[in-house]
């Protein structure tokens, strides 16, 4: 028997409300122990609420709305009873007391999701996707969590794991019985399938590193010329004030770094010195910065005062980023036009080049959408198929990539297929990992300790 466990589910910290969760065989009892109000909760139906006072030890403690919710059909699967109480440290605590004083077990972290886990209502992956949800700050993150959480990416694993269950079963009656006539499954089948499925891993993998940036933010440093509008940039962007804007050149000295989400387009801004030749040696250190936040970003957003034409120095920094993952800037565009964007691309190459103005916002929306196709982030945004974001799940299914890839290696050079089966049994092990049909406690339990407790 599952013990039955009690907890505050709701952040520390005053507040309107505060949720006391219990859940277990005998939740109800619990709850009947500390409830007093118009009905007995253990008789109450499923999924109903009532209004009553908790109380312990003789002592009114607060004045509560119980909600009864019968197994099966709630979050751990097990008969649940959460318990409103007044926001505040002191209500919840003692409710929670009150709980523990007539038999609950205060939960461990994440404990309430591991049971929904073990007893089957949700698997790993969705289990860590109700972390994600938890956790996300943009609208994008969260919408890749939520869809994970309804299955989108177990419905993928399962159906690629379904295939190669299904081929290795096929495959082991050959091995069992090699003399016999039952082969209904061929060489070429099992390329195929092998092929198949490594082609549906490789797809999920490819989606890794847009899942990284809807984690992390995607690392953008804003390069320029002195005064060609970087500070007003990342203003317009952030929305407010966030770095001193002047007409003298070599304003900004220091980088200053700011999280902006770009209508759903989560970004690390990283406004830099304008890049110069310079004599002043705080300047001079500035620059260096700069340079160095360039190198390390994900992405750089060029910017060049696109009301005047192209000098020395905005062609230095176009060659200098040459190489690396940018967008191109021509702003001021409200003071009319000075460099032609073909001037720019005969320079810049393949790059996304847009005219925007820091000052009135126009061209903001094309350099979202610019960020959002560079980072392939449309699919999210469109819900088509599932993106991973964990690292867990990628380094699983790159052991099921090359395990697939180690059996169409074999299958080529004519190994048998016994050898090949061993390479599908390991794919199939790695598959489940992701899912949690064939992961160990210990990574198990490992994760749920990673969640707060009351979840
Ligand atoms: N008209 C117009 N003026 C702008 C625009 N963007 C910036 N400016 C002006 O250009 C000047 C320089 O802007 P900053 O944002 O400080 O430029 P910066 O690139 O950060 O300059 P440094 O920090 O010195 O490298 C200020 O006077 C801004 O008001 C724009 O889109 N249109
Ligand atoms: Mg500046």
Known sequence: MNTTIAAISTPPGRGGIAIIRISGENALAVADAVFSGGVKLSRAG?????????????????????????????????????????GGTAAARKVLEACLAAGAEPAEPGEFTKRAFLNGRIDLSQAEAVIDVINAENNLSRKNAVSQLQGSLSREIREIRGELVHLAAAMQVIIDYPDEDLADVTE?????????????????????????????????????KPNVGKSSLLNALARYDRAIVTDVAGTTRDTIEERVDLDGVPLVLIDTAGIRDTSDAVEKIGVERSRRSVAEADLVIVVIDGSTGLDGGDRDILESTADLNRIILLNKTDLGSGVSAREVKEKAGMCPIIEVSALTG????????????MYKLGAIESGTGAVITNARHKSALIKAASALESGINALHSAMPTDIVSIDIGEAITALGEITGETVSDAVVKDIFHSFCVGK
């Open 188 to 224: 070429e089948d099992i390329l195929d399938t092998l092929t198949a499925c490594k082609a549906k891993a490789d797809r999920l993998l490819s989606t890794a590193d847009s899942g990284a940036v809807l984690r992390d933010g995607i690392r953008a440093a804003i390069a320029g």
């Open 46 to 86: 499923s999924h109903t609420v009532h209004y009553g006072f908790i109380k312990h030890n003789g002592e009114t403690i607060d004045e509560v709305l119980a909600t009864v919710m019968r197994a099966p059909k709630t979050f751990t699967r097990e008969d649940v009873v959460e318990i409103s109480a007044h």
């Open 362 to 373: 126009a061209g903001i929306d094309e350099l979202r959408a610019a960020v959002s196709d």
